[in-house]
């Protein structure tokens, strides 16, 4: 069976501070991995996908970065924190290409910066 | 661009009641795919239910939702409500199979009271 692990499960950083969540998915080879992101009172929209290791394309620019260093890794991290970086960040794998397939999620991160 | 709606953010039922969740969407793409995710308290969210053709009911766990394409919308239902039902409600798009993003609505806070 697949499993997903996502950490930390919540972080309170300051303004200006680095930051790096991350998740690992075991049992499934080559993932399309996801991360989602909720911002207090709004809707979980994605911010980057990669198909395959060292790929990583950005959907939504928040002065993050995201990368694949392997094929059952995705990083998110920033080097300075912004207030609006708050929320709630969720890591996502499908096991094939396509808004057809059904999302599985990590337990998420809870992010306040303050 | 695609959205989806869930008018109620949160929704407070007393066991055995009916539950009905709304969701409506908008997409410029014939063949939508709609989705209810569920997010359990301390769990990762996972998948409820998956659209089927337009007008077919789909089931899961006691839970029913009907893609209508007319009315662009697809509401979860179930008989009665139970206490474990206590849960935030997601209603997605997967608008395209060309690629892999699910569009979400800002999700219903279902509240079950005894």
């Known amino acids: 069976a697949q499993t997903i692990h996502q950490w930390p499960v919540a972080e309170i950083k300051a303004v200006g501070s680095p930051l790096s969540l991350g998740c690992t998915i075991k049992?499934?080879?080559?993932?399309?991995l996801y991360w989602y992101w909720q911002a207090t009172g709004g809707t979980l929209q994605q911010l980057f996908y990669?198909?395959?290791?060292?790929?990583v394309e950005s959907v939504v620019q928040l002065n993050l970065s995201a990368s694949r260093p392997k094929d059952d890794q995705f990083i998110l991290s920033t080097e300075k924190l912004l207030l609006s970086h708050s929320g709630f960040y969720l890591c996502?794998?499908?096991?094939?290409?396509?808004?057809?397939?059904?999302?599985?999620f990590g337990a998420g991160t809870r992010l306040s910066v303050l | 661009g695609d959205s989806v709606t869930q008018k109620e953010g949160l929704v407070t039922l007393t066991e055995g009641l009916p539950v009905m969740l709304n969701c409506t969407y908008q997409?410029?793409?014939?063949?939508?795919?709609l989705f209810w995710y569920v997010h359990y308290l301390n769990e990762s969210p996972r998948l409820l239910l998956k659209?089927?053709?337009?007008?077919k009911r789909t089931e899961h766990q006691g839970f029913h939702a009907t893609l209508h394409k007319s009315s662009s919308s697809f509401h979860l239902q179930k008989s009665s409500a139970q206490l474990s039902d206590s849960a935030l409600y997601y209603c997605?798009?997967?608008?395209?199979?060309?690629?892999?993003?699910?569009?979400f609505g800002q999700g219903t806070s279902l509240s079950v009271v005894p």
């Open positions: 996502a794998w499908s096991p094939d290409w396509g808004s057809q397939n059904t999302l599985y």
């Open positions: 049992g499934k080879s080559s993932p399309n």
């Open positions: 990669s198909i395959t290791v060292g790929q």
């Open positions: 997409t410029i793409y014939s063949n939508a795919f």
């Open positions: 659209s089927s053709t337009d007008n």
């Open positions: 997605a798009l997967g608008a395209s199979s060309s690629f892999s993003k699910l569009v």
